[in-house]
């Protein structure tokens, strides 16, 4: 039908408008503070928009309030792997993008398919055709290519996307697990309101996190701007580049949370390979916009890297 491939569609779109307003929210909240881009307290306040979003939804009667039982259920173990999982890997994708580049970091993500098969075969038992597993191979040359020949590679960018690969990849094989598993694709619980409670739930994972790790810096910025340090220019405009970080994280927060929650809704109608090589055709259009916005350069090497990359999540597809 056309549902899924319209889902997929808005979910590209929803994700360049995060990663351009997440990138734009790092960036100015760096100049800022003078010191440090604050990813995990942006990661952190986008899983409060989101929350709060979500709960709005449910106080407006727009979407079912899951019943007493299903809050329960929520809370269980398995529902709980996926929000640990989700923050993680979240944290993780801002980490890298503060690190690096839109387009770097997004090359960097493109591995997560190699991941998923290494997750849905230990965790879900799913044995592939060998010639599916060799699929991957172009894969992770390709983007091995592409990062030995990036004039801006970062260990701390590569780490970091890595690691959101490996959570993003046990998140999607963790919610399969809890659909056929667990009692919870009721009418109250769909896949969306599962996402909500989701973020909800990472709102507060996150926030420990945020606090031991970046606590400090909030503290030294509150008094940065207290002592009307925030900028060297007019006061006019300090309140104008001040008002217009608060939007981009606000717009990030908002588009993190659809582009997530339409992101299980196509999980929901499809394998988490699938979902992950999906995922990895989105960087495509990531990466374009990225390297359009800001103007990033991009070698020889990159760019031939990234075609083999994306040519092999191709073939891993039509072999799958």
């Known amino acids: 039908t056309l549902q899924v491939p319209l889902y997929f569609i808005l979910w590209y779109v929803l994700n360049v408008l995060y990663n351009i307003t997440n990138k734009w929210a790092l960036q100015d909240i760096q100049n800022l503070s003078m010191a440090a881009s604050l990813p995990i307290t942006i990661g952190c306040l986008q899983f409060a928009i989101g929350s709060v979003y979500a709960c709005t939804l449910w106080m407006l009667g727009s979407r079912p309030v899951p019943h007493k039982d299903e809050v329960r259920m929520i809370a269980n173990r398995e529902t709980s792997h996926i929000a ?4 993680l890997g979240q944290l993780c994708t801002v980490l890298t ?4 580049s839109i387009s770097f970091a997004h090359v960097i993500k493109a591995m997560e398919p190699f991941f998923s098969a290494i997750a849905s075969r230990f965790f879900l038992g799913q044995r592939m055709d060998i010639r599916v597993y060799l699929a991957l191979v172009p894969v992770v040359g390709g983007v091995m290519m592409a990062c030995a020949g990036s004039n801006e590679f970062s260990w701390v960018s590569f780490g970091f996307g890595m ?10 094989v963790s919610s399969k697990t809890d ?5 919870l694709n009721t009418t109250t619980m769909s896949p969306s309101n599962l996402f909500a409670a989701v973020t909800c739930m990472s709102f507060i994972f996150s ?3 945020g606090i031991i790790l970046e606590g400090h810096i909030l503290i030294d910025l509150f008094k940065f701007i ?3 340090d925030i900028s060297n220019a007019t006061t006019n405009d300090a309140t104008i580049h001040f008002t217009k970080t608060i939007m981009y994280v606000l717009s990030s927060g908002l588009f993190h949370y659809l582009n997530n929650e339409v992101m299980y809704l196509v999980l ?8 992950a090589v999906g995922n990895t055709m989105k960087r495509v259009f990531i990466i374009v916009a990225g390297v359009l916005v800001f103007s990033t350069p991009v070698t ?9 990359g994306i040519g092999g999540v191709f073939v891993y597809s039509l072999m799958k």
Request: net charge positive.
């Open 84 to 87: 640990i999982h989700h923050t």
């Open 97 to 100: 993008l503060a690190a690096n």
């Open 163 to 172: 690691g959101s690969n490996a959570f993003f990849a046990m998140r999607a």
């Open 179 to 183: 659909e056929k598993g667990h009692p």
């Open 207 to 209: 926030v420990p996190i």
């Open 226 to 228: 207290a002592n009307g």
């Open 268 to 275: 929901s109608n499809v394998h988490p390979i699938t979902l």
């Open 300 to 308: 020889t090497s990159t760019a031939i890297g990234s075609t083999v």
